[in-house]
């Protein structure tokens, strides 16, 4: 069960009275509910001076995730970055329409790191499962601001401000840029609250 919840992306999960730091996408993050059990699909990153935890609500998602970590340049902390944004569905769908721009569109991924996603990733991404839940080529942005924007307020929910507060401060800080990413937009509500 999650006991904890993280401003960078990280919650604690209580395993038989046990608790590890698992980071996941903040899109996941925001639908861990406190205190109740959960299931998280984790890989286990290991480096010469920490072991660090990487936890996805979806099976595709982890493996969006591994794909990822092997592309020249990319660390876990970029994969985050991308399936913070992007399920593995709409990374799929992303890669297949050679979308470069959406990919440059998420922080930390300019233009040379968009190019070698789209050409190291191009026959290496397996198909989701859940290509069912697929969007309309027309009208893909404003869904997406909208899926950011509740995203948002849910994480600012679960981290104890009210509907209220945290439906305030995204429509605040979306006023002044309304294409931001996730993890931005997150970061510029809690300024604003804090």
Sequence with gaps: ?????????????????????????????ARLPLTEPVTLHVHTHVREDALLLYGFHAADDRTSFRVLLGVSGVGPKLAMTVLSELSA???????????????????????????????????KLPLP??????????????????????????ALQRMGFSRGQAEAAVAQVSKADQALPLEQLLRRALASLG
């Design 1 to 29: 069960m999650v006991i904890d919840h993280g401003v960078d992306g990280s919650c604690v999960l209580d395993v038989a009275g046990v608790g590890y730091e698992v980071f996941v996408p903040l899109r996941t993050l």
């Design 89 to 123: 569905a709409d990374l799929h769908r992303v890669i297949a329409r050679a979308d470069r721009g959406r990919l440059e569109a998420i922080s930390g991924v300019g233009k040379k790191t968009a190019a070698r996603l789209l050409l190291e990733l191009k026959d």
């Design 129 to 154: 499962l859940d290509t069912g839940s697929a969007l309309p080529a027309s009208g893909v942005a404003s869904v997406e601001l909208s899926d950011v924007a509740t995203q948002v307020c849910d």
